[in-house]
């Protein structure tokens, strides 16, 4: 059943989208999940200084679970993410307090207060899976130096260390019968999408891990496991990119215990059923009813499909025909799935899909501002980039526009992300004021295969700044857009593409930069322990090359003439410290550069608080229009 809009505020076509309509507007939902009838979500509320409350609706009614003043959030890894674990009838809760991150029970069906279970007193918890007959909790416990696999009694609250990783683990997931523990161990300088390991342990009577075993990623050869999960035989299915893409890989019942486990490429296909593990809980696979419920990534497009088990020996795939691009935490209970879902025409909401009809409803997180206006959609635009070879990105035209339109390129952050084909308020702020917008997905992207992603390895600042040069400049020459009004903008490993690129290309007129990296060896000093590593494998390793370091760093390729910038920086940033912002400013200012920068207090590496989002969007478009 086909969801529709909610009642809209109509907006007159002759008038740009105001910014009060696009940053911070609308909640964030995030992480549904299904419990027997009940859907239940996380809502970030931007109004609220970005606090997370959960969500639940049941017979058509919604309701918040959790009081006004808790914050369920996790800080796990710098980046947070999978603050709830479910069961039938409890699930535990990471409530962000001041004193730190507390666990709490709570029952689902309100028979009593949420109780507190414990403070543990460490960096961050989180990533959990819950069993309810055995009252246990089992997560990880993040300290200064290592992830900890933990076990929680969800009767006492007391705690117990079940294994130590070398350095990182997540994703636990207990069996169907409760008594064998996945995980997922990575150790530096890796990151999990470029090398991690599948591990087995069985559940001893008191609770502990026994005759823990490697099941995937430890034979030598380059591969990063995502998302293992059981599935209702006692078989596990999990991601692995050995081929060269994420594809689905099962390994039956009768093979854990086997020397070398016999694991089964399912769907043998150039698409990625998984995406670089930046946050915890991430889920592109769910066990359905008659097999699995599958999101695969192709040329930066989502699809779901169902791989069914009842069909014969071989499992069949069908793809679902449903009108999105976007599709993250997928999430199935019985004949139903649940997951986040956008396209072109189809802002961000909750999608929720019938397995056996095919019937679908797709419910928005908000009213829609446009109405009925025009919406610019994305359209594929491929190009030759670093060394000719062929690099992807999507371009949005302006809605309206007299003569050849300024053009704002954008670089997405990670640097091992990717630019999503959805639609944006954001995006349809800068066009319908007449802009032209093209999202680059340079090389070392993700949503292309693993070889896309090793574009970038040892070659940051390299082939990320030729590629949207090359991606502009060839709009440019097309006469597409007007090669006088060119501005570029990015955040966090974006920002550094961008500031590389003014610094490097007279093409670019103007820029905007938000906490991004300007000193590449103060990165490699400064930031949080997860991305400590990544510097090695994107620029090489430290201190050996530090003189590489400098050679790439923007704030050491600052030149007179270069285009104005705007920063905008958060001061409780620690994934990218306030310092590096300050001295790029004052390192422009020294050449004669125009430079604004704007600080807030209170935010850290991303904005949450919607009068914050709405500053940086009215400031970089202020900017922009002085500059050109």
Request: with cysteine; glycine share 12%; aromatic share 8%.
């Given at each position: 059943?086909?969801?529709?809009?909610?009642?809209?505020?109509?907006?007159?076509?002759?008038?740009?989208?105001?910014?009060?309509?696009?940053?911070?507007?609308?909640?964030?939902?995030?992480?549904?999940?299904?419990?027997?009838?009940?859907?239940?979500?996380?809502?970030?509320?931007?109004?609220?200084?970005?606090?997370?409350?959960?969500?639940?609706?049941?017979?058509?009614?919604?309701?918040?679970?959790?009081?006004?003043?808790?914050?369920?959030?996790?800080?796990?890894?710098?980046?947070?993410?999978?603050?709830?674990?479910?069961?039938?009838?409890?699930?535990?809760?990471?409530?962000?307090?001041?004193?730190?991150?507390?666990?709490?029970?709570?029952?689902?069906?309100?028979?009593?207060?949420?109780?507190?279970?414990?403070?543990?007193?460490?960096?961050?918890?989180?990533?959990?899976?819950?069993?309810?007959?055995?009252?246990?909790?089992?997560?990880?416990?993040?300290?200064?130096s290592q992830d900890v696999l933990t076990r929680v009694c969800l009767h006492t609250g007391a705690s117990r260390p079940l294994r130590a990783a070398a350095d990182f683990c997540s994703s636990p997931s207990l069996s169907p019968d409760g008594r064998h523990l996945l995980w997922l161990e990575w150790d530096l300088p890796a990151m999990p999408w470029q090398r991690s390991r599948l591990w087995l342990a069985q559940l001893d009577e008191d609770g502990g891990l026994r005759e823990p075993r490697c099941l995937a990623g430890?034979?030598?050869?380059?591969?990063?496991?995502?998302?293992?999960?059981?599935?209702?035989?006692g078989g596990v299915v999990m991601a692995g990119d050995r081929s060269g893409y994420w594809n689905l890989q099962h390994l039956a019942p009768d093979h854990l215990s086997s020397p070398q486990p016999p694991?089964?490429?399912?769907?043998?296909?150039?698409?990625?059923?998984?995406?670089?593990?930046?946050?915890?809980?991430?889920?592109?696979?769910?066990?359905?009813?008659?097999?699995?419920?599958?999101?695969?990534?192709?040329?930066?497009?989502?699809?779901?499909?169902?791989?069914?088990?009842?069909?014969?020996?071989?499992?069949?795939?069908?793809?679902?025909?449903?009108?999105?691009?976007?599709?993250?935490?997928?999430r199935a209970d019985g004949r139903r799935a649940v997951a986040l879902a956008a396209g072109p025409h189809q802002p961000d909401g909750l999608l929720e899909v019938d397995l056996g009809s095919g019937r679908w409803r797709h419910t928005p997180t908000g009213a829609n501002p446009l109405g009925t206006d025009p919406v610019s959609t994305p359209e594929a635009f491929w190009f030759p980039g670093y060394g000719g070879r062929r690099t992807h990105s999507w371009l949005y035209r302006p809605v309206a526009s007299v003569g050849l339109p300024p053009l704002l390129v954008r670089c997405h952050g990670g640097p091992t992300a990717m630019a999503r084909p959805c639609f944006n308020l954001e995006t349809q702020f800068w066009t319908s004021r007449g802009w032209a917008v093209l999202d680059v997905n340079y090389g070392g992207s993700s949503g292309f295969g693993r070889a896309y992603r090793q574009r970038l390895d040892r070659a940051w600042g390299i082939v990320d700044v030729e590629d949207c040069t090359a991606a502009a400049r060839a709009l440019v020459e097309a006469d597409r857009v007007d090669p006088?009004?060119?501005?570029?903008?990015?955040?966090?490993?974006?920002g550094f593409t961008a500031l590389s690129c003014l610094s490097s290309s007279n093409l670019f007129r103007v820029g905007a930069c938000r906490y991004g990296v300007t000193d590449l060896a103060a990165l490699s000093r400064d930031t949080h322990r997860f991305e400590s590593g990544y510097p090695e494998s994107l620029v090489g390793p430290w201190p050996a090359m530090a003189q590489r370091y400098r050679d790439r760093s923007p704030l050491h390729r600052v030149r007179q003439g270069q285009g104005p910038v705007v920063f905008f920086q958060g001061l409780k940033d620690r994934v990218v410290l306030p310092e590096q912002t300050e001295r790029m400013a004052d390192a422009l200012r020294r050449q004669g550069v125009t430079v604004e920068v704007h600080v807030y207090p209170e935010e850290g590496h991303g904005f949450r608080d919607s009068g914050v989002q709405q500053e940086v969007l009215l400031g970089t478009e202020a900017f922009f229009r002085k500059h050109l």
């Open positions: 059943m086909k969801g529709t809009w909610c009642p809209v505020m109509v907006l007159d076509p002759a008038q740009p989208l105001p910014a009060s309509a696009v940053a911070g507007s609308l909640p964030g939902w995030k992480e549904p999940w299904l419990v027997g009838r009940r859907l239940f979500w996380l809502e970030q509320r931007p109004r609220e200084q970005g606090r997370t409350t959960l969500m639940t609706q049941a017979d058509g009614q919604r309701r918040e679970l959790t009081p006004g003043n808790w914050n369920l959030r996790t800080s796990l890894h710098g980046f947070g993410g999978a603050p709830v674990a479910f069961g039938r009838h409890h699930a535990v809760l990471v409530n962000q307090m001041k004193t730190g991150p507390a666990l709490w029970l709570l029952n689902l069906h309100g028979a009593a207060p949420p109780r507190q279970l414990c403070q543990p007193g460490v960096v961050a918890v989180g990533d959990g899976c819950l069993h309810e007959q055995g009252q246990f909790w089992i997560g990880v416990w993040e300290q200064e430890d034979d030598g050869a380059p591969e990063a496991v995502f998302q293992p999960q059981w599935l209702p035989d694991w089964r490429s399912l769907l043998p296909m150039e698409a990625d059923f998984g995406l670089p593990q930046w946050v915890a809980g991430m889920s592109t696979t769910a066990v359905g009813e008659k097999g699995l419920v599958a999101a695969h990534c192709r040329h930066g497009c989502w699809r779901l499909g169902q791989l069914q088990w009842s069909s014969g020996p071989t499992p069949h795939w069908q793809v679902l025909k449903l009108p999105f691009t976007e599709l993250s935490n997928l006088e009004r060119v501005a570029i903008s990015g955040g966090s490993a974006g």
